[in-house]
């Protein structure tokens, strides 16, 4: 018995440690290019393990392109989009992809570009830059063929809203506004400098926009794919009160979201880069998350913050008076640990990521990239040893967009928990590596795919198991 019990402690010590324990692996070269030489702002990582990077070279002289991975960022190919000598920074609001050969992008001059070949060649789908005069300051898949963009426009009807729903050929603007305040040019899309400014989470948008008066900032938000939309005021309490942006917003579910905000036009640290956390889906807003208690903005300017999918961590990223900076919560944002990224100097920050899964994700910024790994996000019942390997049936099912799946562990075993399409096609990877005993359970989040069947498969030395899971959006 005490043998047993001593065991039971080992195990939640190893598990206890592996929880805290976050690598950051810093690129130095990526498809050739010194990672010294690039800017990003842009990210977009599929459960596919694709990966989509938008930069410019650094300093900048004109040149955008995309870097293309499609096997978890092991290796990378580059994909130049165009040169625009006559621009000062990168005219590229954000990536948004669906898959290794299709993505779009959305340009300050108002063009939504999209490429079907994997960024050999990008193509203007639509603009809003003639007679609009209007910059994409956002532009997000919403499920497998649903496009949704954002931005600014000089004509009569102000901010615009765009959804296209076959992958991006044809597109309706949304001109229904039920406020007259967003037709004014006193009222602007985002934050184009951070590209940052719009999320998604299964039918829901979110859409930060700002004006020129002394007024609080506010949000666009649709709960069904952008069909119709609700707009409201937007208070941060330990923040700037007025005359502010949201520079960046993400969304761990419906509810729990995380955004930066800071005073427009004003760059001293005082107003600069308040992060905080919405419970209730962006309505209201608690006081300035505190990464780093006791230290002030000039050593903690958060970019953006973002939830770790099926699990209560999330991962800030930044920079400070000496170059990159990141941080790391394990309890939804209450509490924060710095961690300690590569820097290359004290003009690299990073200002993206993003997640592939709930151990794998990257990081992007000015001259700065990096990969990150998690230990494995399950959960871990050690009140009974199983007695054999088991994989359950994940719950709920059908599902839409995340579920739950269970599996038991007689012994500490190297496990692999993969889920496939129906052509034996790799679509995440959820488990892979040593697992400690008892049973576990771990989140699939389907964001991104689209509804049908899948497959998972538990593979543990000779052990396999595999069932069939169903995705209803």
Known sequence: MKRLVLLLVMVLLVVAASFGQVQITQLTTIAGDSVSKIQSKSVEYLSSGVIWILAGDYPFTGKCMVYLSTDNGTTWVKRPVFTQAGWSSVGISNITAKDATTAHLGLQTGEILRTTNGGVKWDTVTAYSTPDNGWVDGVKYIGKDTVVAYGDATDSLGVYFARSTNGGTTWTRFTNWSNDSLKTNGIYAGSFTYGQAMDVNGKNIWCSLYNTANDPASILKSTDGGITWSWFRVTLPGGPSMNYVLSSISFKDANVGFAVGRRAYVNTSAYANYLVKTTDGGRTWGDTLAVEP???????????????????????????????????????????????????????????????????????GYQNIAKISLPTAVETEHSTIPTGFALEQNYPNPFNPTTKISYSVPKTSFVELKVYDLLGRTVATLVNSEQAVGTHSVSFDAKGLSSGVYLYTMKVGDFTATKSLVLVK
């Not at 400070?320 to 394990?330: F, V």
């Not at 209450?334 to 993003?354: E, H, K």
């Open 294 to 364: 006791g230290k002030g903005h000039a050593d903690t300017k958060v970019k953006v913050a973002k939830g770790v999918p099926g699990t209560n961590t999330v991962i800030a990223v930044g920079y400070n008076t000496l170059g990159t900076k990141a941080w790391k919560s394990d309890n939804n944002g209450t509490t924060w640990a710095a961690l300690n990224p590569p820097n290359n100097g004290v003009n690299s920050d990073f200002t993206n990521l993003a997640f592939g899964s709930s151990t794998q994700g990257i990081m992007v």
